[in-house]
């Protein structure tokens, strides 16, 4: 069913909107920006074959959606001038794992 996906990538922009907002109003566009540039790390589903698959758990498959990526991502919110990335990376990763929860 093609509603799952959609409303998965809707999420991958308005989440880090809801966030951008909340905890960086002054400069939530350049925030929510930063956070969207995030779903760069898709890119190691060219890796895959195939490419994209709706019924395919992307964590722990991918090497950028790994639990050792997960937990360097984590890592970054230390660094204040990485912790809006970290902030994105994170919330892609939350909402690829909500995800694999509704594949089932």
């Known amino acids: 069913m093609i509603i799952r996906p959609a409303l998965h990538l809707v999420l991958h922009f308005l989440v880090p909107g809801v966030v951008a ?17 995030t779903m760069v790390v898709d890119l190691d589903h060219l890796l895959a074959s195939p490419v994209y698959d709706p019924d395919r758990c992307g964590i722990g498959f991918h090497p950028l959606h790994s639990f050792i990526a997960i937990t360097l991502y984590s890592i970054l919110l230390f660094f204040p001038k990485a912790r809006i990335v970290a902030i994105g990376l994170l919330i892609h990763m939350a909402l690829d794992g909500i995800d694999c929860l509704m594949i089932g």
């Open 21 to 37: 907002g909340a905890f960086y109003s002054k400069r939530w566009v350049r925030a929510w920006l930063i956070m969207i540039s």
